[in-house]
């Protein structure tokens, strides 16, 4: 029996070599909502509101009635219960730093999952939640950091898998979270959805 296809809604690079570094083989769909138009109590809800509408939004337009896996992500760092996403321009990405730096943030990311299966559709969702603490960076480091352009790319302006990695001192929980996408939570959820991880594996599975 082959593996259903498996969807990124994401044009995260990020997200997606995660995935073929834990032995699966997502095909790209990028979802064109606009995450300005939704708003949340906290930040958490926003995470979750906007994976949900990803997911949903590629989910509607694969059409089809093949079996299928769409996965759905949206990152978000949290500091002092401020939300703060992709830093607009590097003025922007400098500020951030100088509220980041020496502190101690939590990157939240919401994971939606729908899934048709020989022609029924359900789905599961969930956040994950990381705290990342931040070296003390001085101002020097900040300017040269963001005139590299990384920042700019990236939710709360850092990442750790990249230029940004010697600016975070610790991570606590799942450190793929921080990247994007949280593997043990996306394996959970596909279980909930009765599509065992193993059996996306490339190599192990019908899929090639």
Not at 2 to 26: C, E, K, M, W, Y
Not at 50 to 64: I, M, Q, S, W, Y
Not at 106 to 130: C, E, K, M, W
Not at 137 to 164: H, M, N
Request: hydrophobic share 45%; proline share 4%; charged share 20%.
């Amino acid at each position: 029996m082959s593996s259903p296809r498996l969807i990124l809604a994401s044009a995260s690079p990020a997200r997606r070599q995660t995935l073929l570094d834990a032995g699966l083989a997502p095909e790209v769909v990028v979802s064109d909502v606009d995450e300005e138009a939704f708003s949340a109590i906290d930040v958490v809800g926003l995470v979750n509101q906007l994976a949900r509408a990803k997911a949903d939004r590629v989910f509607t337009e694969l059409g089809g009635d093949d079996d299928v896996l769409v996965v759905a992500c949206d990152s978000l760092l949290e500091l002092r219960g401020e939300a703060m996403g992709k830093p607009t321009d590097a003025v922007q990405a400098i500020q951030r730093w100088r509220q980041l730096r020496g502190s101690t943030g939590q990157l939240h990311t919401g994971h939606h999952v729908i899934a048709r299966l020989a022609g029924a559709v359900d789905s599961a969702s969930a956040v994950a939640t990381t705290e990342v603490m931040f070296a003390n960076l001085d101002d020097a480091e900040i300017e040269a950091y963001v005139s590299t352009g990384e920042p700019l790319k990236v939710a709360g302006a850092f990442t750790i898998d990249g230029l940004g990695g010697a600016y975070v001192t610790g991570v606590c929980g799942d450190p793929h979270n921080v990247v994007g996408i949280s593997l043990p939570l996306l394996r959970r959820l596909f279980a909930e959805l009765g599509v065992p991880w193993h059996s996306l594996w490339r190599g192990g599975t019908d899929q090639s």
